[in-house]
């Protein structure tokens, strides 16, 4: 983790334009119906069988019960190799952000498009699966990628966790379980969210970590 003034603008202006985009949910404005509607339109002429079983498959590999056991196996490897902060980091990190989510849901209360074509319960505003995705995501290209040594494992792990996302975030509006601006605002909540958990990381975290450390050791005899 580093300190980064850029990432700190970039989790500021996402979570103002998540804002902005739940008061437009609320309002019901005719952009925001007509963006949905728009990208709805074009995806419908792209369903078919084949395609919806494949979409409905992977998404079951991004749900966020899946998304949780992968952060968890992550922050266990950690927990191994004697990063303890880390690996309790990484796992508040997606818990606490689907935590989050949840109450978003459950606030806003927005209903779920019609015609889904595999059928999922509950809120659909934001969507559970593109959030949880997209913090796993971060944690690979932030946590785990800077530990890979060479430069093009690097930058294969970064293009792959980046397409996986796009694949869940893709199929969560093919499928119809969420609207486009659902897909969306769970881009800016995620972003958002993991910019409090990088800032609660080097600004608390780190520094009672290493207090606490400290002292343990001069009680040592």
Do not use: C
Not at 10 to 31: K, N, Q, R, Y
Not at 100 to 123: A, C, H, N, S
């Amino acid at each position: 983790m580093h300190k980064n003034k850029n990432w700190l603008t970039v989790g500021i202006v996402a979570f103002i334009l998540f804002l902005g985009l739940t008061v437009s949910v609320h309002l019901e404005p005719f952009w925001l119906t007509t963006f949905d509607t728009n990208i709805q339109q074009l995806l419908a002429g792209l369903v078919n069988p084949t395609r919806t079983q494949i979409f409905s498959t992977l998404a079951f590999f991004g749900s966020p019960a899946v998304d949780v056991v992968l952060t968890l196996l992550l922050a266990g490897a950690f927990w191994i190799r004697r990063d303890w902060l880390i690996a309790v980091w990484i796992a508040l990190a997606q818990l606490g952000g689907d935590a989050v989510t949840f109450v978003v849901k459950e606030l806003v209360r927005r209903p779920r498009p019609l015609g889904q074509l595999i059928k999922d319960t509950g809120f659909g505003y934001p969507s559970g699966h593109t959030f949880s995705t997209a913090i796993l995501v971060l944690t690979i290209l932030f946590i785990i990628v800077p530990l890979l040594e060479d430069q093009e494992v690097q930058l294969l792990v970064s293009l792959l966790a980046i397409l996986w996302f796009g694949v869940i975030a893709f199929s969560r509006i093919y499928l119809r379980d969420h609207f486009p601006s659902d897909v969306l605002a769970s881009l800016l909540l995620a972003i958002a969210w993991w910019e409090v958990a990088r800032v609660a990381y080097i600004y608390y975290l780190e520094s009672n970590f290493k207090f606490l450390k400290t002292n343990l050791m001069k009680e040592e005899p």
